[in-house]
């Protein structure tokens, strides 16, 4: 195991996972970000180099953690063979089982490796799946004219808005959450529409992956443009800066896949796993 700390290495994964794509997707937006300031605090592990087999973006170990925060220790993984990650996820200390953490990943085998290997580390497992999905010339999408009240304005979110985000996410909700999102929010692109006291109506912001995540409009607010709006406004702005334009959504989730449709999203054929891992010491505390 090794951890890629060299900037022409990092420069390296990134021209090897585009070759990849779409199942590196996830790691090779780490990466990026990694290599473009690392403002996340987030390392690279690979099996071997140059020729790896597994590749795992995590927290940097010398930062002081929260074992009960799987927000902020979260992991992205990509793997040519399913063998080494298993190696790297059950031998290694390329993963740390002893708090609660996610990993994230555009491939089946990451949550059959998850259920084996914390069977025998005594870890919960939870897992998700969602559509993924990619603009893919976000710089053709049209922009978006809305005959907005004057008093409302297109900006970027504010870390005073962390509050509201975490309360309006079904992830949400906690103060662990609201920490996280305002990292975000201080970290990387975000957009929003906001009334004249500067309070959020729609907004969709980045995670450290380079996904677009919790695009969202208030009720009230709804049916007006604002969803498409922040939506375009941070696609582009993504692209402009060297990044894919990624997000997935939930199968179930109509009015926005309507609404990616509509803007010639390109849903990939392969899915958006988030597995989730809790020791059992920690079970009682995971809603925290």
Excluded at 54 to 72: F, G, K, S, W
Excluded at 180 to 204: K, M, Q, T
Aim: charged share 20%; proline share 6%; hydrophobic share 40%.
């Amino acid at each position: 195991m090794l951890v890629l700390n060299c900037s022409r290495k990092l420069q390296m994964l990134e021209k090897m996972l585009r070759k990849s794509f779409p199942e590196s997707l996830k790691v090779y937006g780490a990466v990026m970000n990694i290599s473009r300031g690392n403002p996340f605090r987030t390392e690279v592990v690979v099996d071997s180099w140059p020729d790896f087999k597994a590749v795992i973006t995590r927290p940097q170990r010398e930062n002081e953690m929260d074992d009960l925060d799987h927000y902020t220790n979260a992991y992205a993984v990509f793997y040519k063979e399913l063998e080494t990650y298993w190696e790297l996820l059950e031998n290694t200390n390329a993963i740390n089982w002893g708090q609660i953490f996610q990993i994230q990943g555009l491939q089946d085998g990451i949550c059959e490796i998850s259920r084996t290997v914390a069977l025998s580390k005594q870890v919960d497992v939870k897992t998700s799946s969602f559509q993924m999905v990619i603009h893919p010339d976000p710089d053709m999408l049209p922009d978006v004219k809305l005959q907005m009240d004057p008093k409302l304005t297109l900006a970027h979110l504010d870390v005073s808005h962390a509050s509201l985000l975490s309360k309006t996410w079904s992830r949400g909700g906690n103060p662990r959450c609201q920490k996280y999102l305002a990292g975000l929010i201080r970290c990387f692109p975000s957009a929003c529409v906001l009334d004249e006291h500067g309070n959020p109506l729609s907004w969709s912001l980045t995670d450290q992956f380079a996904t677009m995540i919790h695009n969202y409009t208030l009720p009230e607010h709804r049916r007006k443009g604002y969803s498409r709006l922040v939506a375009t406004t941070l696609a582009k702005t993504l692209h402009r800066c060297g990044f894919p334009a990624q997000g997935n959504v939930l199968e179930t989730n109509s009015p926005s896949i309507t609404l990616l449709k509509s803007m010639n999203a390109q849903f990939l054929p392969c899915s958006f796993f988030r597995v989730i891992h809790t020791p059992f010491q920690f079970l009682a505390k995971s809603h925290l």
